[in-house]
């Protein structure tokens, strides 16, 4: 072997030891006298002393700390360029738009979780925050990889509001199950859960030993009421919860060892990046 470097592919390929498929434009290993490629998880040359490839694992709760942040300036605008004498005194006195300040919670309840899987590394977890979703405004908060599987979290931060599961109906007609929020029904945070786990599945086509890697929806409620006997319930499959004890679903042993959760997210680092 004449020797390899990293280098963005100049066309598609596939690696030469585990067979994941490179696009064009993506970083490999090149080896130019075999003129075969290498992902970036498969050094060819072991005596090569080159840096492990990076995760960019993102920042909890950026893209909705950005969106509190904008709306907080163009409001700012707005109020001194209609009252360009008292602007200033108007925004000392007046308080923040409910709006605008859902999105200042919402960022710290995903920091508050973001923290929570950070501390799980020591047990073989690594924590993706804030990704973008190709091609859709949307995001998903949080995934978490590690020995059990992957998990695709959606953070909700809503202080001091009952979370409950709820059985609606008689004997007489179906049962389908609700989840209530300080009374409210807010089913439909489950069903949203559904294009998500569709993204992620999506963007592990590639990496073959991922094919039957346990996949796990979670919805994780920060500040909510649980009750004198709280537990952890599951509606159509997802997960609900609060963080501690999804943090203790997250980090169970499994059968992943720790290259193939590096892979795993090595690979989802790179096709869902992280918001900026």
């Not at 840096?51 to 409001?75: C, F, L, N, T, Y």
């Not at 108007?90 to 919670?105: F, G, M």
């Not at 590690?146 to 179906?174: C, N, Q, T």
Request: hydrophobic share 40%; glycine share 10%; net charge positive.
């Amino acid at each position: 072997m004449g020797g390899s470097r990293v280098t963005d592919l100049l066309y598609q390929g596939a690696c030469a030891t585990c067979g994941l498929r490179l696009a064009k434009g993506e970083p490999a290993y090149w080896d130019a006298e075999a003129r075969v490629v290498y992902c970036l998880s498969h050094n060819p040359m072991r005596e090569l002393e080159v840096a492990p490839p990076m995760i960019d694992k993102g920042v909890a709760g950026r893209s909705a700390q950005r969106e509190h942040d904008g709306r907080v300036m163009r409001r700012q605008e707005r109020v001194r360029e209609s009252h360009p004498r008292t602007g200033g005194l108007l925004l000392a006195v007046t308080s923040e738009p409910q709006t605008t300040k859902a999105w200042s919670t919402g960022a710290t309840g995903e920091q508050i979780v973001g923290e929570c899987l950070d501390a799980l590394a020591d047990r073989g977890v690594i924590a993706l925050h804030d990704r973008n979703v190709p091609g859709s405004t949307g995001n998903i908060d949080e995934i978490a990889i590690g020995p059990s599987g992957v998990y695709v979290i959606d953070v909700k931060h809503y202080e001091g509001r009952a979370v409950k599961k709820d059985l609606p109906g008689s004997i007489f007609r179906s049962r389908l199950p609700r989840l209530l929020v300080g009374g409210r029904d807010r089913t439909k945070l489950v069903s949203k859960m559904a294009w998500q786990m569709d993204v992620v599945r999506s963007a592990l086509d590639e990496l073959p030993e991922a094919r039957f890697v346990p996949g796990q929806a979670m919805l994780t409620f920060v500040g909510a009421q649980w009750g004198l006997f709280r537990s952890a319930f599951d509606i159509d499959g997802v997960w609900v919860g609060w963080p501690k004890e999804m943090a203790k679903v997250v980090s169970r042993p499994g059968a992943l060892d720790s290259e193939t959760v590096q892979r795993i997210a090595e690979l989802l680092s790179y096709k869902l990046k992280p918001a900026r």
